[in-house]
């Protein structure tokens, strides 16, 4: 029971209420126009979805046009952010062509401005080239999306499962891997049967 005399506590401000909400919008306030006229014809679409600007892409100008984003001076986006995988199994509009979504999230530190790639790739050959040429850091990332998804990226320099034993062949999320795993949690080799 709460005292009608005491006050009521102050809460903390809500996502929404303080400066901080403006400033992350403010990092997906980026120019359209400008990123076509440096992009050209790499990048199939601009949009803003979700109140961020997202660069739809094929396998063959993803490469291309991050090395732009990155080294343009203008443009400056210097850091990846992440990258991962979407698959579309599930989808009402599913289509095997278009299966996997490669998402390619990069941020300009000296902008303070975000953007986000997104490349289909088909079921029979889920390939894109690696971004490590352009993002040092990009290595790592890829290696866990070719082992959680099993997309290939093409001149990878050690691409190699990072999550997974080496000997395990599926992975484990894409859409048709079983939620209950397929049995082999019991087969997995224990550390010291592999020393």
Not at 4 to 27: F, I, W, Y
Not at 45 to 56: A, L, P
Not at 126 to 135: D, F, L, Q
């Amino acid at each position: 029971m709460t005292d009608p005399a005491k006050p009521a506590p102050k809460l903390p401000p809500t996502h929404d209420s303080h400066g901080k909400a403006a400033r992350v919008l403010e990092e997906n306030n980026v120019d359209h126009e400008l990123l076509r006229r440096k992009l050209g014809e790499l990048a199939k679409d601009i949009r803003t979805e979700f109140k961020q600007t997202v660069i739809y892409t094929t396998r063959e100008t993803i490469a291309r046009a991050l090395e732009i984003v990155c080294r343009d001076p203008e443009l400056n986006f210097n850091m990846l952010c992440d990258i991962t995988a979407v698959d579309n199994l599930r989808r009402d509009d599913y289509d095997p062509s278009r299966r996997f979504t490669v998402i390619h999230i990069v941020y300009s530190i000296p902008n303070n401005k975000r953007i986000r790639f997104e490349t289909l790739l088909g079921e029979d050959d889920p390939r894109i080239p690696t971004a490590a040429k352009v993002y040092k850091g990009a290595a790592w990332a890829e290696r866990e999306v070719y082992d959680m998804f099993g997309v290939t990226f093409d001149g990878h320099p050690d691409l190699r499962r990072v999550l997974m034993p080496d000997y395990y062949e599926h992975h484990p999320l894409r859409k048709d891997y079983p939620l209950t795993g397929r049995g082999e949690r019991d087969n997995f080799a224990r550390a010291e049967e592999l020393a």
